[in-house]
């Protein structure tokens, strides 16, 4: 039985890949964040996790090595559990390239939230920020682990999915803490080994999410089920 959001909500990664996206992937991504599946195990939720713990502690590439050969000293009891292994090593060995050429040096970090969400249009984007970064401004981070779909860069005239991500992380970061530095609201692909920054310059950004919003709004309804459901 799939469940219902009555109310539109999605994420930032979705949305930031609505912008980008042709008109039947943007229904798809609509339809699946209406109707979620019930259940869903992501095959990098144990990475997300050891991610966000080895940051907060201020740990680095040694963190790093000791949580992969925990992992690799597990034996899964599904065929399942060893390809999310498979997959979270993979996550932590592409971080470990970002650490290792220093683009976290000099900054610390404070424990994430699940429950974040700013309001535009009618429309609640889950932000869920990884971690926070600590020091006298407010900043934020998001890792995103996309193996096969890395975020899209700017190219001139259209911004990428990259900046459209960042930009809604920057404006969850100064809904909540009446101000953030763009530069604080980082998007990390680990995978592609890109680390995105908000733009400073983010008026036709912040239009392009609004417009998005108020689409969103209006089509909810209108999205149809791909099987039975019950309200959430």
């Not at 597990?74 to 470990?96: G, Q, S, V, W």
């Not at 869920?128 to 600590?134: F, G, I, S, T």
């Amino acid at each position: 039985m799939t469940r219902v959001r009555s109310n539109p909500r999605i994420s930032i990664a979705k949305v930031a890949e609505y912008m980008v996206a042709s008109a039947g992937r943007r229904h798809t991504i609509l339809r699946d964040q209406k109707f979620p599946p019930a259940f869903k195990a992501s095959r990098f939720r144990d990475a997300y996790a050891a991610l966000s713990e080895i940051l907060v502690a201020g740990g680095g590439v040694r963190a790093i090595d000791a949580q992969i050969a925990e992992w690799r000293s597990r034996t899964p009891a599904t065929r399942f559990e060893a390809e999310c292994l498979a997959n979270c090593i993979d996550a932590l060995i592409a971080f470990k390239a970002l650490i290792a050429r220093g683009e976290f040096a000099g900054m610390s970090f404070l424990p994430g939230t699940r429950e974040a969400y700013v309001e535009v249009a009618g429309v609640d984007l889950s932000v869920r920020p990884d971690v926070m970064v600590a020091g006298a401004t407010a900043g934020t981070m998001k890792i995103y682990l996309g193996k096969t779909s890395p975020l899209t860069e700017d190219v001139p005239g259209r911004p990428g999915s990259s900046s459209y991500a960042a930009t809604a992380l920057n404006l969850w970061a100064e809904t909540t803490f009446g101000s953030a530095p763009p530069a604080q609201s980082i998007v990390v692909d680990v995978f592609a080994g890109r680390v995105y920054r908000a733009p400073a310059r983010q008026q036709r950004r912040r239009q392009d999410l609004l417009a998005a919003c108020q689409e969103i709004a209006v089509m909810w309804r209108a999205i149809v089920s791909p099987s039975s459901a019950t309200a959430a």
